[in-house]
């Protein structure tokens, strides 16, 4: 398999000519647990006013986290890794993605910046609030977001941080692998469940 370029600097590279459009490009770590931990007080908040039950609530709440899992699996595989033919396409896949595969350490490139999170978590809550049935999305939701929030801050974490216990000492590895050792497998970030489900794993080595 040919070796891409790869800079593990922790600075970023600059993407646009435009200062605006480049300042939308980065973000600090801790900027979506400020946008979204208020989405999912106000939802849950909602689910509470329009009487959904506490029952309903939770199993909603751990659906949400659950389609999240997919979500994220998906979106890596299909979306984020799908190399379009088009110069302006493969452009918009480098700002999206490619440059995260390029520029792994980058400090501002690790988590989804506002212009991008915003739009998705809008149009997603849209999506399931047509097929949930009516003030379900208040239970539904917030589980999603928390999911989402896991998901941006664990992958700052397994770039930055140096863990010490076993489970997240494997997430990193298995997030390693996939930047280092072969794109085409490990899209699970928070999770590697759908990478086990769907045979897109990596082949651990039996000791032994």
């Known amino acids: 398999m040919a070796k891409n370029f790869v800079s593990n600097s922790q600075e970023s590279v600059r993407m646009f000519k ?16 400020i946008l979204f931990l208020p989405v999912i007080l106000v939802t849950s908040y909602l689910a509470y006013d329009r009487n959904i039950g506490v029952v309903n609530y939770i199993w909603l709440f751990i659906g ?12 890596h595989r299909f979306v984020f890794h799908f190399v379009p033919k088009q110069p302006w396409a493969l452009r918009l896949h480098f700002i999206f993605h490619g440059v995260h595969h390029d520029y792994p350490s980058d400090a501002k490139r690790l988590v989804m910046p506002p212009s991008a999170s915003i739009p998705l978590a809008t149009g997603f809550y849209l999506l399931f609030n047509v097929f949930l049935p009516a003030n379900y999305i208040f239970g539904f939701f917030p589980g999603f977001i928390l999911g989402y929030l896991f998901y941006d801050i664990s992958h700052y974490a397994i770039h930055h941080f140096n863990f010490k216990g076993n489970f997240w000492k494997n997430i990193k590895q298995h997030h390693m692998l996939h930047h280092y050792q072969d794109p085409t497998k490990g899209y699970g970030v928070s999770s590697p469940l759908w990478d086990k489900i769907f045979s897109s794993d990596f082949i651990k080595k039996q000791n032994g």
């Open 64 to 75: 949400g986290l659950f389609v999240w899992t997919l979500t994220e699996y998906i979106m």
């Open 18 to 33: 435009s200062s605006f459009l480049e300042s939308l490009s980065k973000v600090h770590y801790f900027v979506p647990v």
